[in-house]
């Protein structure tokens, strides 16, 4: 008798773990990897964009066309080609594209809010985009990405 009591006790608490170990995972475990995850391409993201940044002249106004040297495209190609990084933009601080890997983007205009309410502040901010999902350029992405935007600070100033 005391056997079968001890196996139906193992068995209910087999039971109740079997139920509550996937919803562990579900909502305490996997969100923390997706924590990590973004934590790691954000430095990562600071770090590629500080050592980017030193070639650029800043001035007083902040980041101009002229700020942008000539040998510049053939770095941001060798970092991205190196790190494989899709795509590389600097913005002014109006938002105005100064240099992208891609040439059809210079001179467009950033009008997005998390641009202004977040970027244009000095923050940096990540973003985990599935296949298939919209970027927070209003783009369809075809692979899994991390878009990252990282504000170039000269002293305090973005």
Known sequence: MLYNKALRYIFIVSCVIAIIYPLVNIYFIFPSFGKVV???????AVRIANFLSAG????????????????????????KEKLHISKIK????????LFSTD??????????????????????????LQSNSESL??????ADVVETYVPVMAGNRF
């Open 38 to 44: 973004n934590k790691n391409a954000e430095d990562d």
């Open 56 to 79: 650029l002249s800043l001035d007083k106004g902040g980041l101009t066309k002229d700020s942008i040297p000539a040998d510049f495209l053939a770095r941001a190609e060798e970092m």
């Open 90 to 97: 600097i913005f002014s601080r109006s938002g105005e594209i």
């Open 103 to 128: 040439p059809g983007d210079v001179g467009k205009i950033n009008k997005k809010s998390y641009f202004h309410k977040i970027v244009a502040k000095g923050n940096p901010l990540t973003k985990i």
């Open 137 to 142: 350029e209003n783009r369809t992405v075809n």
